[in-house]
């Protein structure tokens, strides 16, 4: 039967001469956390439709594995919540609703497919379609992956 091999093992794993040294960013890197908290009540935080806040930055040769989102409330029905950077604003996760109290994954596979960050990032939440609501806590915990 034919075995074949992901892009990341390709070299590494695939009996090739001379083996290669596998990137320690997609295979057995440090996994880092990222943590955002946003306490809806201050004045700090920017709630408006299309209004965005910053997360955090996330350091160049980082590779990002995925994200979570927590809020203590629903964010309503209507307002939606992208995760990415100020050039890809839904790099991360796409523009939809939040409704849930419970932890919510979330990861594009065309920013989990992407080649470590060749330079600092930082990631925002923007807000579209509506409000989010005035009291609440709303967490985005992003984990990445490093030599």
Known sequence: MAKGYSKETVGVLDGSVPEKIADGRVLG???????ATFDLSETTVKRANGD??????IPAGHK??????????????SATI????????AKYRAAATHTATTPTLFML????????????????????AADLPSSGILQVVMLTSAR
């Open 82 to 89: 992208a995760i990415g950077n100020a050039t890809t604003p």
């Open 29 to 35: 890197g440090r996994v880092r956390a990222f943590t």
């Open 109 to 128: 596979s065309s920013a989990l497919d992407d080649d470590p960050l060749a330079a600092a990032e930082d990631v925002i939440i923007t807000i579209g």
């Open 64 to 77: 990002v594995l995925y994200g979570l989102l927590l809020a203590s409330v629903t964010m309503g029905a």
């Open 52 to 57: 965005s806040n910053v997360c955090f930055r």
